[in-house]
């Protein structure tokens, strides 16, 4: 149990247009999702905590109006990408949160994501 | 807010020897600490965990620590091998749920 996917795995996309990446927990229901990224040889960096019908919650330094985050529904969340940029080339992970669960956090696969 | 530091950033080791990765945390409210290991291009794996009310937890080859009062937990890996080669993240929660993670400490197992 505890199957969070994430779409596309991967995305190769042109500066200046958008990408969204879904985050689906398959098996459970998740009332809070996590979306990181992590750039090569780097740790997990926390983007922002997004919780079902409700804003999102953002980092310091992350700008909520390029990574746009949907939290539509306890099995679903989407991150989007707007006017992509070189610079935003990375690998972005979700995680999600059992509704009745502990602080453990069920890892997407993750989505490369790579603007030329 | 939470600031994790882990130590070493790299760990070469023989096959069959142990290996021991520690952080430190800053936030007293933090009470999850997992471990995760983490392949190049794939998700971290959670391979164990410790809540702030036990001192200790193993399983198989693999052990966690945790010292609330000095604010710092270790991972110990016994007899490795070339298979557990990879980057070991720790993390500290609170109940929030958000995690704060270490900056990965990269263990090469030698054969």
């Known amino acids: 149990g505890a199957v969070v996917s994430q779409h596309p795995s991967w995305v190769i996309c042109k500066s200046g247009t958008s990408v969204k990446i879904e985050c689906r927990s398959l098996d459970f229901q998740a009332t809070t999702m996590f979306w990181y990224r992590q750039f090569p040889k780097q740790s997990l960096m926390l983007m922002a905590t997004?919780?079902?019908?409700?804003?999102?919650?953002?980092e310091q330094g992350v700008e909520k109006d390029k990574f746009l985050i949907n939290h539509a529904s306890l099995t679903l969340s989407t991150l989007t990408v707007t006017s992509a940029h070189p610079e935003d080339s990375s690998f972005y992970i979700c995680?999600?949160?059992?509704?009745?669960?502990?602080?453990?956090?069920?890892f997407g696969p993750g989505t490369r994501l790579t603007v030329l | 807010g939470e600031n994790v530091e882990q130590h070493p950033s790299t760990l070469s080791v023989q096959e069959g020897d142990s290996a021991v990765i520690k952080c430190t945390y800053s936030?007293?409210?933090?009470?999850?600490f997992p471990w995760y290991k983490q392949e190049l291009g794939k998700r971290p794996q959670l391979i164990i965990d410790i809540r702030s009310n036990v001192g200790e937890k193993k399983d198989q080859r693999i052990a966690v620590t945790l010292n609330k009062t000095a604010k710092h937990f270790s991972l110990h890996i016994t007899e490795t091998q070339p298979e557990d080669s990879a980057v070991y993240f720790c993390?500290?929660?609170?109940?929030?749920?958000?995690?704060?993670f270490g900056d990965g400490t990269t263990l090469t197992v030698k054969p």
């Open positions: 997004s919780n079902e019908g409700s804003k999102a919650t953002y």
């Open positions: 993390a500290a929660s609170t109940n929030a749920g958000k995690s704060t």
């Open positions: 936030d007293s409210a933090s009470n999850y």
């Open positions: 995680s999600a949160r059992q509704a009745q669960g502990n602080n453990e956090q069920f």
